[in-house]
């Protein structure tokens, strides 16, 4: 190849790597700046409205963390762990639940973007890695984020479903979190935050799940189910869950999120829409 062909494709490469992350901050930006059309249109007809319009304006513009996300991804050759796709198919979901409860297992390069989708909404993310948590709020201190441990190994994936078909305390009639200790699978010790809060979302994308030592995410897609089907507002809870090509990501997903309530696949994301169990009639057990 010639010189300048490799320096030309260097370029186009080069140029690629900034894609994403323009393209999420013309997403941001462009939700608000739809979010501020819709709600004001209405008023810039007639005059004498105009201090209303002023004030419904001031009420729908941007807020301090979707600028601050704004000028992040338009700056950073860094992107996010899912693609534009994956990302669509929660920011489609938060379009018309935010502002809303927004539970994120994983702290990374997209926190900061699904924070600024959730404007005036409660957005909390858990991680693993307390040094992590400290490196990421150094650069992004409005994030809402706490350190978290888990009971539960990847290794054990096989033993822990075991472990619930016959433990009580881990049957969906009876299930419970907080304090549930019989139950290897129920997260506990985690803030009361994560707790006392009715989610609306949420995003399953850690803690890691690719050596046998890691914690996986099978105790977080456990809970998860927990927390949807004690739903005691209305409407269902959407679940997010990333890297469903993974064994253990997809059997669990089948075991307690259920392909029943499997609402949308894009690449490595499954997104469930899942009721409360006073609106089901399930028996004890898992099962789709």
């Known amino acids: 190849m010639k010189r300048e062909e490799t320096v030309k494709n260097r370029s186009f490469l080069a140029d690629r790597r900034?894609?994403?992350?323009?393209?999420?901050a013309g997403f941001i930006a462009g939700s608000i700046l739809i979010s501020s059309f819709i709600k004001t249109a209405d008023y810039s007809i007639l005059c004498s409205l105009a201090k209303t319009r002023s004030t419904a304006v001031e009420k729908y513009s941007a807020t301090p963390i979707q600028l601050q996300a704004i000028i992040h991804y338009?700056?950073?050759?860094?992107?996010?762990?899912?693609?534009?796709?994956?990302i669509s198919v929660t920011f489609d979901v938060l379009k018309s639940r935010s502002p809303c409860n927004f539970l994120v297992f994983g702290l990374g390069y997209d926190s900061l973007m699904w924070s600024a989708l959730n404007p005036n909404g409660n957005t909390i993310f858990l991680e693993e890695d307390q040094k992590w948590v400290q490196t990421v709020l150094k650069d992004a201190p409005s994030l809402h984020a706490h350190a978290v441990k888990y009971r539960t190994q990847l290794?054990?994936?096989?033993?822990?479903?075991?472990?619930?078909?016959?433990?009580?305390?881990?049957?969906?009639?009876?299930?419970?979190?907080?304090?549930?200790?019989?139950?290897?699978?129920?997260?506990?010790g985690f803030p009361d935050e994560y707790y006392d809060t009715e989610w609306d979302l949420i995003m399953i994308d850690a803690p890691r799940g690719w050596f046998p030592e890691a914690p996986g995410r099978m105790a977080a897609i456990f809970s998860a189910a927990v927390m949807a089907r004690n739903r005691k507002g209305s409407g269902v809870t959407h679940v997010f869950l990333h890297d469903v090509n993974r064994r253990v990501e997809k059997v669990f997903a089948e075991e307690f999120l259920c392909r029943k309530y499997l609402v949308k696949s894009v690449g490595r994301l499954w997104h469930f829409e899942i009721p409360p169990a006073s609106n089901t009639t399930s028996p004890d057990g898992g099962g789709s």
């Open 155 to 188: 290794k054990e994936a096989n033993d822990l479903l075991t472990h619930y078909r016959s433990e009580p305390s881990c049957y969906p009639s009876k299930a419970y979190l907080r304090g549930n200790e019989k139950c290897r699978l129920a997260l506990t």
């Open 74 to 86: 338009a700056t950073s050759h860094i992107v996010p762990q899912q693609n534009f796709q994956e």
């Open 18 to 24: 900034w894609v994403v992350p323009i393209t999420i």
